[in-house]
């Protein structure tokens, strides 16, 4: 069995046969010769109900994730919304209180009409997610590292919570990739990615992808869903997420380490009243990080002095660091998470999330060196 960082290069990445070309060719024909009469699984039909470049990248994508099967998505969302689709009728779903604020948007605002339920529970507290598990619970939605207090939840103990309710455990590993975190290994049922973010890399293509642990009518029941409502991966934006997914060990782990310097940094300014990053001792989830990530991500957020200006102030004064939303790619981007999530949103108001790229540590330290002292 090879290591991650093998896999990540080879995995859908066969050399073309018709050509030899080493980069995968991009098919962008949306429709395939077929016969006089088209015989159900022969091959490809239409690019909606699958591609060739698209294929390449679920293979790769279970092949990294350690999954079964993989079906990518338009989008993280577009990948969520078929996962919440495909639930039964009369289906609970039990998301954490700090899920990504889209996510938590389409329940708010569609969960009724497709006859679903949820609730929210603090996925870092076992005993209260215990207590908030329903007879009609069919998935446990978490997301570790959270989104922007950058918690983490133990994914083998959900997992066991889940499973003894006869619900399925959903991780969004998006902030850890599978570079740090293996929620399938660890007992989780489906693993969802943003592709937008760590495996595209480079801030210039939307994506998402569900893997499963097992190929089974779960399985079929999404393929379905994605064929009849679209929400396909297009060939190129599948190209360039495969792309990515080659070079996602190196990136991720050259920004853990510079996350690391800059949470140790940001720790000891006196402008600076939090950061919360599971790297540091200090954070309440680092003992579960330690066990079940191989490193700490190159996510991080801090609440600065001072309040909502002080924080405003803080991303204004940034040269280096852009004021954008989104993350994991090559440029360290910072945002002011409130403003983005508006009202009703329990983000406190002078927190910044910052996403580490690949700059130097010390110019990117030198910038937030500035940019605190100009407060
Ligand atoms: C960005 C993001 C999503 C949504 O993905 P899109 O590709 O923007 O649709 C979901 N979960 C997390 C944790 C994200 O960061």
């Known amino acids: 069995m090879h290591r991650f960082e093998t896999i990540a290069v080879h995995a859908g990445a066969e050399v073309d046969p018709e050509t030899g070309a080493i980069a995968a060719p991009i098919h962008l024909s949306t429709t395939y010769e077929h016969g006089a009469e088209f015989v159900p699984g022969s091959g490809y039909l239409y690019q909606r109900y699958s591609n060739p470049t698209q294929d390449r990248l679920e293979v790769a994508l279970a092949a990294i994730e350690g999954g079964a099967r993989a079906l990518a998505f338009a989008s993280g969302l577009a990948?969520?919304?078929?996962?919440?689709?495909?639930?039964?009728?009369?289906?609970?779903?039990?998301?954490?209180?700090?899920?990504?604020?889209?996510?938590?948007?389409?329940a708010e605002n569609y969960f009724d009409q497709w006859q679903l339920d949820f609730s929210t529970v603090d996925m870092t507290d076992l005993p209260a997610v215990h207590a908030a598990v329903r007879r009609n619970t069919a998935v446990l939605w978490i997301e570790t590292p959270s989104n922007p207090l950058i918690k983490v939840s133990d994914v083998a103990a959900l997992a066991q919570i889940a499973h003894a309710a006869g619900a399925q455990l959903v991780v969004d590993a998006t902030f850890a990739t599978p570079v740090l975190l293996k929620p399938l290994a660890l007992g989780a049922d489906?693993?969802?990615?943003?592709?937008?973010?760590?495996?595209?890399?480079?801030?210039?293509?939307?994506?998402?992808?569900?893997?499963?642990?097992?190929?089974?009518?779960?399985?079929?029941?999404?393929?379905?869903?994605?064929?009849?409502?679209?929400?396909?991966?297009?060939?190129?934006?599948?190209?360039?997420?495969?792309?990515?997914l080659r070079s996602l060990a190196v990136r991720v782990r050259a920004q853990c380490v510079s996350a690391r310097c800059v949470a140790d940094w940001l720790a000891a300014q006196p402008r600076v009243e939090a950061v919360h990053y599971p790297g540091l001792a200090s954070h309440p989830n680092h003992a579960v990080a330690a066990a079940q990530m191989s490193d700490f991500g190159g996510m991080l957020s801090f609440q600065v002095r001072g309040g909502r200006a002080a924080a405003i102030a803080c991303a204004a004064q940034l040269k280096l660091f852009i004021n954008a939303t989104s993350l994991g790619g090559v440029e360290s981007l910072i945002e002011h998470r409130e403003s983005v999530e508006g009202a009703g949103t329990p983000t406190p108001d002078n927190l910044l999330r910052v996403s580490i790229g690949l700059e130097h540590i010390d110019d990117l330290i030198a910038d937030l060196a500035q940019a605190l002292a100009s407060l």
């Open 79 to 106: 990948a969520g919304a078929a996962y919440f689709q495909h639930l039964p009728r009369g289906s609970h779903v039990l998301m954490a209180d700090d899920t990504y604020f889209a996510f938590r948007k389409v």
């Open 190 to 244: 489906v693993v969802l990615h943003s592709t937008t973010k760590y495996m595209g890399g480079h801030s210039d293509v939307l994506g998402g992808a569900l893997i499963f642990a097992r190929d089974d009518a779960t399985v079929a029941k999404i393929f379905d869903l994605r064929k009849l409502l679209g929400g396909v991966a297009n060939p190129f934006a599948s190209w360039l997420v495969l792309r990515g």
